[in-house]
């Protein structure tokens, strides 16, 4: 079956970028979209942004001047970038299959901002 | 951009039903899908419903979805509820432009 894996630093200093990858598994990332979700601490979920297998993608307006997200087919990995990070970023970030709805996710990554 | 609203927390005892709504604050409920996520402490959330009413492979019939156009609202009906089911439900949907909007989650209580 389908699995999603994310790695990354676990501490990211302020005004710094957070990057992160997911890994796949039993499945190509040459087809479908994919996502990442971040959940802050005791908070709900946000979407961050998603990535079609053509290249295209699409961001939350909210994040969008400081998030990039791309796909590396070689190794069938996608991956996160948030520049300018500030404690509010400070969350467990979920990789996923999908554009519209997710499913299955990662098991998330804790990212925590601080000097 | 629109808003998804549930109920911060539900509450009821096994065996009982249970119903967690999900109103969009704008547009028509009906215009764009809808799904639903369970998630339990310290996990990645899970699909129970799909396409406002499809359940996947492996979720029970306990779990259904519906969409009221007259409310604007989505929801998710659990039956004959078991201590297992308790957790964070969130619903989820998607604007015209495919932007993603989560609902803020409502906590499940099987007293």
Known sequence: ???????????????????????????????SYWSWIRQPP?????????IYHSGSTNYNPSLQSRVTISLDTSKNQFSLK?????????????????????????QGALVTVSS | NFML???????ESPGETVTISCTRSSGTIATNYVQWYQQRPGSAPTTVIYEDNQRPSGVPDRFSGSIDSSSNSASLTVSGLKTEDEADYYCQSYDSSN?????????????
């Open chain 1, 1 to 31: 079956q389908v699995q999603l894996q994310e790695s990354g630093p676990g501490l990211v200093k302020p005004s710094e970028t957070l990057s992160l990858t997911c890994t796949v598994s039993g499945d190509s990332i040459s087809t």
């Open chain 2, 5 to 11: 609203t549930q109920p911060h927390s539900v509450s």
């Open chain 1, 82 to 106: 948030l520049s300018s990070v500030t404690a509010a970023d400070t969350a467990v970030y979920f990789c996923a299959k999908g554009g519209n709805w997710f499913d299955p996710w990662g």
């Open chain 2, 99 to 111: 932007r993603v909007v989560f609902g803020g989650g409502t906590k499940l209580t099987v007293l």
């Open chain 1, 42 to 50: 005791g908070k709900g979920l946000e979407w961050i942004a998603y």
